[in-house]
Protein backbone atom coordinates (compact mmCIF):
# COMPACT_ATOMS: atom_id res chain seq x y z
CA UNK A 1 0.00 0.00 0.00
CA UNK A 2 1.81 3.39 -0.93
CA UNK A 3 1.61 6.38 1.02
CA UNK A 4 0.36 9.50 -0.62
CA UNK A 5 1.44 13.12 0.94
CA UNK A 6 -0.36 16.31 0.32
CA UNK A 7 1.41 19.23 -0.21
CA UNK A 8 -0.16 22.78 0.43
CA UNK A 9 1.19 26.51 -0.55
CA UNK A 10 0.91 29.35 1.88
CA UNK A 11 -1.94 30.56 0.86
CA UNK A 12 -3.57 27.36 0.74
CA UNK A 13 -2.43 26.37 4.15
CA UNK A 14 -3.64 29.95 5.99
CA UNK A 15 -6.52 29.70 4.50
CA UNK A 16 -6.91 25.88 5.85
CA UNK A 17 -5.81 27.08 9.53
CA UNK A 18 -6.96 30.20 9.45
CA UNK A 19 -3.35 31.60 10.38
CA UNK A 20 -2.46 34.77 8.92
CA UNK A 21 1.20 35.01 7.30
CA UNK A 22 2.57 36.56 10.01
CA UNK A 23 1.00 33.92 12.43
CA UNK A 24 2.85 31.37 10.28
CA UNK A 25 6.13 32.68 9.95
CA UNK A 26 6.18 33.05 13.86
CA UNK A 27 5.38 29.52 14.92
CA UNK A 28 7.88 28.41 11.73
CA UNK A 29 10.37 30.69 13.51
CA UNK A 30 9.62 29.04 16.88
CA UNK A 31 10.05 25.81 15.16
CA UNK A 32 6.92 24.30 15.75
CA UNK A 33 6.54 23.94 11.73
CA UNK A 34 9.32 23.05 9.82
CA UNK A 35 8.42 24.02 6.12
CA UNK A 36 10.00 22.45 2.40
CA UNK A 37 11.54 25.18 0.88
CA UNK A 38 14.40 27.50 1.93
CA UNK A 39 12.37 31.02 0.92
CA UNK A 40 8.94 31.65 1.98
CA UNK A 41 7.49 32.42 -1.38
CA UNK A 42 8.64 28.54 -1.92
CA UNK A 43 7.00 27.07 1.02
CA UNK A 44 4.96 24.08 1.38
CA UNK A 45 3.65 22.20 3.91
CA UNK A 46 2.58 18.53 4.06
CA UNK A 47 -0.78 16.68 5.87
CA UNK A 48 1.33 16.03 8.92
CA UNK A 49 2.32 20.15 9.46
CA UNK A 50 -1.77 20.36 8.59
CA UNK A 51 -2.02 18.38 11.61
CA UNK A 52 0.37 19.71 14.17
CA UNK A 53 -0.68 23.22 13.38
CA UNK A 54 -4.22 22.14 14.02
CA UNK A 55 -2.92 20.02 17.39
CA UNK A 56 -0.91 23.96 18.48
CA UNK A 57 -4.09 25.91 17.57
CA UNK A 58 -6.11 23.60 19.97
CA UNK A 59 -3.92 23.43 22.88
CA UNK A 60 -3.39 27.68 22.03
CA UNK A 61 -6.89 27.87 22.75
CA UNK A 62 -7.65 25.65 25.68
CA UNK A 63 -4.76 26.53 27.75
CA UNK A 64 -4.71 30.38 26.40
CA UNK A 65 -0.86 30.14 25.90
CA UNK A 66 0.98 32.11 23.68
CA UNK A 67 3.30 31.14 20.59
CA UNK A 68 6.12 30.64 22.24
CA UNK A 69 4.62 28.16 25.13
CA UNK A 70 2.60 26.03 22.23
CA UNK A 71 6.70 25.55 21.25
CA UNK A 72 7.46 24.60 24.37
CA UNK A 73 4.04 22.51 25.05
CA UNK A 74 4.71 20.56 22.01
CA UNK A 75 8.35 19.62 22.33
CA UNK A 76 7.44 18.41 26.04
CA UNK A 77 4.35 16.70 24.71
CA UNK A 78 6.82 14.87 22.23
CA UNK A 79 9.29 13.86 25.10
CA UNK A 80 6.94 12.43 26.78
CA UNK A 81 5.63 10.34 23.98
CA UNK A 82 9.36 9.42 23.10
CA UNK A 83 9.72 8.60 27.07
CA UNK A 84 6.54 6.16 26.93
CA UNK A 85 7.29 4.61 23.88
CA UNK A 86 11.05 3.90 25.20
CA UNK A 87 9.14 2.68 28.56
CA UNK A 88 6.86 -0.09 26.59
CA UNK A 89 9.91 -1.41 24.74
CA UNK A 90 12.05 -1.71 27.94
CA UNK A 91 8.54 -3.37 29.91
CA UNK A 92 8.14 -5.85 26.31
CA UNK A 93 12.11 -6.67 26.88
CA UNK A 94 11.43 -7.34 31.23
CA UNK A 95 8.50 -9.39 29.99
CA UNK A 96 10.79 -11.62 27.68
CA UNK A 97 13.48 -11.61 29.91
CA UNK A 98 11.57 -12.79 32.96
CA UNK A 99 9.53 -15.62 31.10
CA UNK A 100 11.98 -17.31 30.47
Known sequence: MSHVTIT???TEFCLHTG???PELTEIIGLGVLEPQGDVSEQWLFDDESLALCLRAQRLRRELELDWPG???TLSLLDEI???NSENRQL?????RFTSR
Request: avoid cysteine.
Open 70 to 72: IAV
Open 91 to 95: HQRLQ
Open 19 to 21: LSR
Open 81 to 83: ERL
Open 8 to 10: FTV
